[in-house]
């Protein structure tokens, strides 16, 4: 498909970006969405899902980074869009080990769809969660949260000191708790 088909879409165009951030976002778009979007496909297999990790990225580019900073544009689209790609391949994991547990569930103690749709939503917020915490509280929460370890354990396993570990479930809790609230 010629680099002049594509065209940026109005999302990405934003009237609140600068002339010279919009233009050079445009350009990003016509000349290089083609490109990455045959990349994630072969990734992925799904144009659907594709499009929709493209469609991200380009967004994520818009809301984070200064454009005019990008020198290799291909390069910097396959990070961004690798970094998404991981959390959709983790998010698609979640559900899908969620499912799975609750297909072996009796069919009196399934929840309801509507239920269902609450839980996987849940647990997509606190995916979310989990992943704004730094790695070493993210793994602390989780071995004690999945696992039932103790913190005398999670400092043992982790190579870190009983108030490191207090310090980092702190830090996920409240965490937990801005989620809920």
């Known amino acids: 498909m010629p680099a002049a088909s594509h065209v940026a879409p109005a999302c990405l165009s934003e009237a609140d970006a600068s002339p010279p951030t919009r233009s050079r976002l445009d350009g990003l778009y016509v000349d290089h969405h083609g490109w990455l979007l045959a990349w ?3 990734k992925l297999g799904n144009q659907h899902d594709a499009a929709d990790l493209a469609q991200d990225t380009f967004v994520r580019i818009l809301a984070g980074r200064d454009l005019q900073a990008i020198q290799q544009p ?3 689209l396959a990070t961004v869009a690798r970094g998404l ?3 959709w391949c983790q998010r698609q994991a979640l559900e899908r080990a969620y499912l799975q547990a609750l297909a072996a569930l009796p069919e009196p103690q399934a929840p309801s769809p509507e239920q ?3 839980i996987l939503q849940t647990l997509h917020q606190v995916d979310a969660m989990l992943d ?3 790695a070493a509280a993210r793994r ?3 071995l004690s949260q999945i696992e039932g370890l103790g913190y ?3 400092a043992r396993r982790l190579g870190l000191s009983l108030s490191t570990v207090k310090r980092h479930m702190k830090l996920a809790f409240v965490h937990c708790l801005a989620l809920v609230e």
């Open 116 to 118: 269902r749709l609450l």
């Open 132 to 134: 704004t915490l730094p």
């Open 152 to 154: 005398d354990e999670i």
């Open 40 to 42: 994630l496909q072969r």
């Open 74 to 76: 291909r390069a910097y």
């Open 85 to 87: 790609l991981v959390n």
């Open 140 to 142: 602390a929460f989780l």
